[in-house]
């Protein structure tokens, strides 16, 4: 769409077209709230008199009568009043225009065209975010400004691209609207992260330097230890969806891009989270391949460990702990230790091992359009009490240059997460960074990108397996990698999403 403004056109009769069905939705919620309203108001003078005497009032039979009517049947009309959804009309429509709105190459694209824009004619972000543009007029009536959201959105797409320079000055035109004043959802500390990190990859280590000391006040006042935060999102406590981002998450039934496999029986996705986007499918596992998952994987299960560096012998790892315990390099040993971060047991399983651990593997490739000849093998944990997996990172990050040598593979790109059980509390799987929860249901999956496009780690992804309070947790994961993705690309394979 971005690239013609013809096109763009009728994305307005589009978007008008939507104001006028959600004008209608809320008359009807004001139509029902009005016939609530006068049901209070008529009720709340009749009880008033009523009790005042009882027994009087009840003496006569038609009060008695009519209280019979009212609570055996009236109150039973309301109850299904104020359960009834308004909103359905305005949701079909916005399903089926959804289908032809823009779509995220759109508002990349978008965002690129206003920075070349920026460039090319000298503008500040100043005069851009206020809308004063060479040739148009104060009295313009669209004239249009840039809120503070607008503004970090064209700085993180600037961020993923590495364009530290637009970076930079569209978190400082975002950070000087927060400090006028605008109220925004955007925190003051997300802003200096970003800036910070981008004036610094400039080499001007003195700005860097003040915006960090800057950050780090805020985060004295503002930021729990991430323990602290982690805990807290276990308990359910401190999730950060407003209402405003949640209205933006939607369900539907996906094929990718009309797949062979999935063009009849598509499946059923629904996004779970927007930054980063988190996206789960529903009822992507069957019953029969998770018991045959988990057969295969108890006979081999260990405690996850760590090769300690100093020792070189293995440990228990007590950051995750789930039933093979994931291993870990120990820096006083140099020995695998068990990692006491994770308390888990955990078994990989390879696809020439079961035709069913090879259909996983498809099924993942199809949906996701990434190629998985280069992921690593299944993995299949099970956390028992108390099992959990502290906060930590799928990718290997720039002080972790060797994390996959072995492998040769590059970094991992995706992690896609099976839910093979419920849990009956606990075992939820949170993003301390931002205040994300994505609790475990048996039959679903789970999937994000590790790497933003421009194969930077997105330290957005920081997650941890909460501690399992009640019941018994299995998951099984795939983390595909960045080789072959390219290859799929150029010939014209599935596109990455």
């Known amino acids: 769409f971005f690239t013609s403004i013809g096109q763009m056109t009728d994305l307005l009769f589009t978007e008008k077209d939507l104001v006028t069905s959600l004008k209608d939705y809320i008359q009807a919620e004001e139509r029902k709230l009005e016939q609530v309203k006068q049901w209070a108001e008529k009720l709340d003078s009749l009880t008033s008199i009523a009790t005042q005497d009882p027994e009087g009032f009840l003496g006569h039979p038609v009060n008695a009568f009519k209280l019979m009517k009212r609570l055996n049947t009236e109150w039973g009309d309301l109850e299904n009043l104020v359960l009834k959804d308004m909103s359905d009309g305005f949701i079909s429509n916005l399903t089926i225009q959804r289908q032809h709105f823009p779509s995220d190459e759109d508002q990349t694209g978008a965002a690129k065209a206003l920075l070349r824009l920026q460039d090319t004619y000298q503008l500040d972000t100043q005069s851009i975010s206020t809308g004063d543009l ?16 607008d503004c970090f959105e064209l700085g993180r797409i600037a961020y993923s691209e590495s364009d530290y320079r637009h970076t930079e000055v569209w978190m400082a035109q975002a950070l000087k609207q927060l400090d006028e004043g605008e109220e925004s959802s955007v925190e003051p500390v997300m802003v200096l992260d970003y800036l910070s990190y981008s004036v610094y990859q400039q080499g001007e280590l003195e700005r860097a330097l003040d915006f960090t000391r800057r950050l780090l006040e805020l985060g004295e006042k503002d930021n729990l230890p991430e323990k602290k935060k982690y805990e807290q999102l276990c308990r359910g406590e401190g999730i950060k969806m407003t ?65 300690n560096p100093v020792t070189g012998v293995l440990e228990t790892a007590q950051y995750r702990i789930s039933k093979r315990r994931a291993t870990v390099h120990d820096p006083q040993t140099g020995q695998l230790t068990t ?59 720039k002080d972790e240059p060797d994390a ?72 099984s994961n795939k983390w595909i990698h960045e080789h072959g993705q390219e290859f799929r690309r150029r010939c014209g394979l599935h596109e990455m999403d």
């Open 134 to 149: 060479p040739g148009t007029s104060v009295k313009l009536p669209y004239r249009s400004t840039l809120t503070v959201e």
């Open 243 to 307: 209402p405003r981002r949640q209205s933006r998450l939607f369900c539907r039934y996906y094929d990718n891009n009309q797949h062979p496999r999935y063009l009849l029986g598509p499946v059923k996705q629904e996004d779970e989270w927007d930054r980063p986007y988190i996206i789960r499918y529903h009822d992507i596992i069957s019953e029969w391949e998770i018991e045959k998952v988990k057969e295969l994987a108890k006979p081999r299960l260990r405690r996850a460990t760590i090769s």
């Open 339 to 397: 990692a006491q971060y994770r308390v888990s047991k955990s078994a990989w399983l390879t696809a020439n091992e079961h035709s069913v651990v090879d259909h996983i593997n498809q099924r993942i490739e199809d949906l996701t359009g990434l190629d998985v000849q280069t992921a690593e093998e299944l993995q299949v944990a099970n956390y028992g009490v108390g099992g959990q997996y502290e906060p930590h990172f799928d990718f290997g990050r």
């Open 404 to 475: 996959f040598k072995e492998l040769g593979t590059g970094n991992r790109i995706a992690t896609w997460l099976f839910y093979m059980s419920d849990v009956a509390a606990g075992g939820a799987t949170v993003f301390p960074e931002v205040g994300a929860v994505v609790r475990p249901i048996k039959g679903t999956a789970v999937f994000w990108y590790n790497l933003l496009p421009s194969g930077e780690g997105d330290y957005s992804t920081r997650h941890a397996a909460c501690p399992v309070l009640v019941g018994n947790k299995w998951v």
